[in-house]
């Protein structure tokens, strides 16, 4: 049995420890915002917050979470500046990788309220859009920042 707080909720799942904890959120816990893209740590599809962290949750096994705190894109509050921002720059294209450059986004901004454009490319540039969405994020990450 593994234990985790998932979006401030207790959760007790009976699964092998090696399930990528994406498998878990979205199909034992119907956490569905978080995306799958390659399955291999490489696109940032499925980006959650583990212990404040941003992790692929494709490439985390959730034995690894026992314990910890998971903070998947539901957990972020829809008034957070980062998702009234998003909607403020009208980000999206597609939306795909949306949930997951949104928690990347979160998590810059909570350690660097006022990022450079550097800082920006370096924290996010594990998440990849195939629309080229990234003008829109950098603006919508400054315009939420301080
Ligand atoms: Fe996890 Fe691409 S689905 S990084």
């Known amino acids: 049995m593994i234990v985790f707080l998932v979006n401030g909720k ?5 699964v092998s420890p090696d399930t990528p904890l994406l498998w878990v959120l979205r199909d034992k816990l119907g956490l569905t915002g978080t995306k799958y893209g390659c399955g291999e740590g490489l ?17 985390t096994p959730v034995g690894d979470v026992q314990g910890k ?21 009208d980000v999206s294209q597609c939306g795909y990788c949306q949930p997951g450059q949104i928690m990347s986004a979160v998590a810059l901004l909570a350690s660097k ?4 454009d550097a800082d920006i490319d370096s924290a996010m540039s594990g998440n990849l859009c195939r629309c080229g969405t990234y003008g829109r994020i950098r603006r919508a990450i400054h315009a939420a920042g301080g």
């Open 10 to 14: 207790e959760q007790r799942v009976d």
């Open 43 to 59: 696109c940032g599809a499925c980006t959650v917050h583990i212990d404040g962290r941003p992790e692929r949750s494709c490439i």
């Open 69 to 89: 705190k998971v903070v998947t894109i539901e957990g972020i509050p829809e008034n957070h500046p980062v998702k009234k921002s998003w909607l403020a720059q």
């Open 113 to 116: 309220p006022s990022p450079t």
